[in-house]
């Protein structure tokens, strides 16, 4: 059993800050890549950010510049540091990662997702 949990999500005015952060929990072995997507209403759910065991990033166009994202391996934790954030940021943002687990499979976990609201 996998547990993401997503937490720093709130409500910020346009151009502020917020740092999300996902920790993983449970029978982990090893995570292998890591992102996170978001889901504004009667939108579909979009890759945010991605991030290797290695470390190698990679950035919807949408938020180059403005984001980060990063990780702790040792801590399995994941991290979104997002900048000068603008209305049509604000969505559900979730944690997914690809894990293996003690007894050697690998799947895809989802946490529940933290809200951010970006305000005009």
């Known amino acids: 059993q996998v547990h993401l949990v997503e937490s720093g999500g709130g409500l910020v005015q346009a151009g502020g800050s917020l740092r999300l952060s996902c920790a993983a929990s449970?029978?982990?072995?090893?995570?292998?890549?890591a992102g996170w997507y978001r889901q504004a209403p009667g939108k579909q759910r979009e890759l945010v950010a991605g991030i290797t065991i290695g470390g190698i990033t990679n950035y919807a166009d949408f938020v180059k510049d403005r984001f980060t994202i990063s990780r702790n391996v040792a801590e399995n934790t994941v991290h979104l540091q997002m900048a000068s954030l603008k209305p049509e940021d604000t969505a559900i943002y979730y944690c997914?990662?690809?894990?293996?687990?003690?007894?050697?499979?690998?799947?895809?976990?989802w946490g529940r997702g933290t809200q951010v609201t970006v305000s005009s």
């Open positions: 449970g029978s982990i072995l090893r995570i292998n890549n």
């Open positions: 997914k990662a690809y894990v293996a687990t003690f007894d050697g499979r690998w799947n895809d976990y």
